[in-house]
């Protein structure tokens, strides 16, 4: 219980920083969004700033699934929750890892303009989808995380720079080394570069 209401200290403490800092950001490159994307691009950093968040449990191991997999789940969705589900996850991990870690793109085997491509289509879909169902709000969110997806890569890219995030290219590949062996040292390397290494209940097992 208590380490349940420390990481919910740390998550609200986590996303006033990090809508400061895309306050900041959105100000300095001249950039307009409304108040819910801001609202949603912090939620974003500060459910990823835990890197277990940003892997999924496969038959190959604990990993970031490729965005192809998260595109052929939400086509073979059987309901709207699912699909929407899916395409949502799709468009967050396309834009934090575009806007974070895009130098980790150069050693793989897509670039970053396969993943502005992706994550842009997934939420130009979910903005239309949510104008039908007629949840205006979250139409205008997507839309502008659509409309906007390179001019927030750069916005996430200063945020990232400006709180420690994205020092590291190889901090994606220092959490498998942590995930794996549960090294110290990979840890504490993590942690200096704002990311927090937390292991869940269900990577545990």
């Not at 900041?24 to 939620?43: D, H, M």
Request: aromatic fraction near 10%; charge should be negative.
């Amino acid at each position: 219980m208590k380490e349940l209401q420390e990481q919910l200290i740390a998550d609200i403490d986590a996303r006033e920083f990090f809508q400061g800092a895309l306050q900041s950001a959105l100000q300095n490159q001249q950039l307009s969004v409304c108040g819910e994307t801001i609202v949603y691009l912090g939620n974003l950093l500060t459910s990823f700033i835990y890197a277990e968040r940003l892997y999924d449990h496969t038959p190959d191991g604990v990993m970031i699934r490729p965005l192809v997999h998260h595109y052929q789940e939400a086509l073979e969705a059987r309901s709207v929750t699912d699909r929407t589900a899916a395409l949502r996850r799709l468009g967050d991990i396309s834009l934090f890892i575009s806007g974070l870690f895009a130098q980790s793109l150069n050693r793989s085997l897509v670039d970053v303009d396969y993943y502005i491509s992706m994550g842009g289509n997934a939420y130009g879909y979910l903005s239309e989808s949510h104008f039908r169902s007629g949840t205006i709000g979250l139409k205008y969110v997507f839309s502008e995380l659509s409309g906007k997806f390179i001019a927030l890569t750069d916005v996430l890219s200063e945020v990232g720079e400006s709180s420690n995030l994205s020092n590291n290219h190889d901090v994606l590949r220092l959490y498998e080394i942590w995930l794996k062996t549960g090294s110290k040292r990979a840890g504490d390397r993590l942690k200096q570069a704002g990311i927090l290494p937390v292991k869940t209940k269900i990577q545990q097992h």
